[in-house]
T-cell receptor, first 114, second 109 residues
């Protein structure tokens, strides 16, 4: 299994541009998550999904959108990039909503908005 | 959500045992305690989880006293490759995790 894969690894955007961060998992996990991590800080949850067709906001959803059309894929969309969105973005997945807290993380996408 | 408090940083030497303590005074009955490890430029990695007493796996041990208001992650005989940020999280059976700033462990030769 490849686990959780993310593309691209790096990206530079200009203010106002749009892009989609891709995330795919091959573990047949129902739950998927998007986090952002600013330098020296912990991770903050942007959006999460409990299954195909179901998404919900996390702690910092403004400026982002998500969709979940399949179990495997959970893309994150930035519509109008702003410098405040410069961060490292991590996608993660987990098996279920039970108390088993093991999330599997992807390698991250480093995004810079200039 | 139970808030956690852990040291910002710790230093150790190769071969020593490292204990990182996390405080979670308002932990709820259904909350589990989970620890993650994060290396630079990588996503966090699950280390261990527990509810009470002691849990041990091939990587670490987790000690939880009876009142569950704190927990201690124990890393036996650390090596340079254990240099990382360690996060303590408390969560009930919901989907979301809340990561604080974690503890930066620096292992020196």
């Amino acid at each position: 299994n490849a686990g959780v894969t993310q593309t691209p690894k790096f990206r530079i955007l200009k203010i106002g541009q749009s892009m989609t961060l891709q995330c795919t998992q091959d573990m047949n996990h129902n739950y998927m998550y998007w986090y952002r991590q600013d330098p020296g800080m912990g991770l903050k949850l942007i959006y999460y999904s409990v299954g195909a067709g179901i998404t919900d906001k996390g702690e910092v959803p403004n400026g982002y959108n998500v969709s979940r059309s399949t179990t495997e894929d959970f893309p994150l969309r930035l519509e109008l990039a702003a410098p405040s969105q410069t961060s490292v973005y991590f996608c993660a997945s987990s098996r279920s909503e039970s108390s088993y807290n093991e999330q599997f993380f992807g390698p991250g996408t480093r995004l810079t908005v200039l | 959500l139970a808030k956690t408090t852990q040291p910002i940083s710790m230093d150790s030497y190769e071969g020593q045992e490292v204990n990182i303590t996390c405080s979670h005074n308002n932990i709820a009955t259904n909350d589990y305690i989970t620890w993650y490890q994060q290396f630079p430029s990588q996503g966090p990695r699950f280390i261990i989880q527990g509810y009470k007493t002691k849990v041990t796996n091939e990587v670490a041990s987790l000690f939880i006293p009876a009142d569950r208001k704190s927990s201690t992650l124990s890393l036996p005989r650390v090596s340079l490759s254990d240099t990382a940020v360690y996060y303590c999280l408390v969560r009930s059976g919901y989907s979301t995790l809340t990561f604080g700033k974690g503890t930066m462990l620096l292992v020196s030769p």
